[in-house]
């Protein structure tokens, strides 16, 4: 078991940043991977434990772990399960678009991207910034669940393996079970991220992206702010048909530098995970800094690194169905914090809005139908989310 190399931490209804800083030094010297899965071991411990005093009192409902959806690392799927999840996008891509009002969504596929385009300003920086998000990658599962027979659930992308050559990753590869490679040279200055404070090299791609099962899509909105420098954004109406290849550009300057076993502590059991707002403020990192969540998406490059229209790299999913993995993981180490909310409605407050609470409706336009943030802090809650993740 590799869990034998990871010293117990002790945890107890919360995690106490002052008895648990030796263990964490000492876990900040293994490998992110190694952390992630001591912190898997940690939050299926408590996960049983909660469940366990749930059903003491009373029974539950119709979710519960025995019946609980699982996600998977895609490195962990077969090679079936991937060209499954892969045939599933693709369909939605020939699904018609359900939101006409939205003129340059030509398909299924689009509509995501336009429903995040329209509100990126009210759901980053914001209260519902993780349920938000959660919400709309439930949907994008139930979607090629129910409209296009995928038979799996959504699949993440694990940051912390091949981090320093992300072309070795198996959702990167570009082999016909990944989401794609890199793409074509297209020489330029890099990519400017943390409110332009942070300058990222450019990696070997750029361009269209060369090798991978979306090779012919076609991508129809945006860009509206790409951090890679050299790529163009829409200037005129955002919402302009703007058809064009998907690009990318495997970047791991980003991965490298923030993809770290002591970044993960930080945000799961350090200083940094004391409330729900220090952590999500942790994971989405503070002007002119670099943090897991923006890592994911710079690290993609291309269209991955546009915060409007980042969506239209399918590799998207996989990155927030991350990022909900360790929100989960969190939320299981942090009862006492698990199910408050923290910030407010607009974009770090600007311009200046009231203060977000658990009664406020996710909106997700045409997707599906809006939900309290209450609703889906609990992935076992089941109204309407029932998962796991291993």
């Known amino acids: ?54 059903e003491a009192v009373s029974k539950r409902g119709a979710c519960h772990l025995g019946n609980a959806a699982i996600r998977r690392d895609w490195e962990h799927l077969s090679s079936p399960e991937k060209k499954d999840y892969i ?15 939205f003129s340059a969504a030509r398909n299924h596929f689009d509509d995501y991207v336009a429903v995040h385009m329209n509100q990126t300003n009210t759901i980053h920086g914001t209260a519902n910034f993780l349920t938000w998000h959660r919400y709309l990658v439930y949907l994008w599962e139930q979607k090629l669940r129910n409209k296009c027979g995928y038979k799996g659930y959504l699949p993440y992308w694990n940051w912390f393996k091949y981090q320093t050559d992300l072309h070795q990753s198996p959702v990167f590869d570009g082999s016909d079970t990944s989401l794609g490679g890199d793409g074509q040279f297209f020489a330029h200055n890099g990519s400017v991220v943390g409110a332009g404070r942070i300058w990222l090299p450019s990696g070997a791609g750029g361009g269209c992206v060369k090798s991978g099962p979306f090779v012919n899509r076609t991508i129809n909105i945006g860009p509206v702010q790409p951090a890679m420098q050299g790529y163009t954004p829409v200037f005129t109406d955002v919402k302009a048909y703007n058809p ?125 139908p809006q939900v309290q943030i209450k609703d889906v802090l609990n992935t076992l809650g089941g109204g309407p989310l029932c998962y796991i993740y291993l």
């Open 87 to 101: 045939r599933a996008v693709n369909c939605l891509w020939d699904l018609p678009s359900v939101d006409p009002a």
């Open 244 to 368: 064009r290849c998907q690009r990318r550009d495997l970047t791991m300057a980003a991965s490298t530098s923030t993809f770290t076993a002591s970044n993960l502590l930080n945000v799961t059991l350090g200083l940094a995970s004391a409330t729900v707002g220090h952590f999500q403020d942790e994971l989405q990192g503070s002007l002119g800094t670099l943090r897991l969540h923006g890592a994911g998406h710079y690290a993609m490059g291309g269209d991955g690194s546009d915060v409007f229209t980042s969506l239209n790299d399918p590799a998207f999913y996989l990155h927030h169905a991350m990022i909900d993995r360790v929100y989960w993981i969190w939320q299981l180490l942090h009862p006492a914090e698990a199910n408050k909310v923290n910030g407010t409605i607009t974009f770090r407050n600007n311009p200046p809005s009231r203060v977000g609470t658990v009664n406020d409706w996710l909106d997700m336009g045409k997707l599906g």
């Open 1 to 54: 078991m590799r869990f034998a190399l990871v010293p117990t931490l002790l945890l107890g209804a919360a995690v106490s940043t002052v008895t648990a800083a030796p263990q964490l030094e000492r876990l900040a010297a293994s490998d992110g991977d190694t952390v992630l899965a001591a912190l898997q071991k940690q939050a299926e411990d408590a996960l049983k434990q909660q469940e366990a005093a749930k």
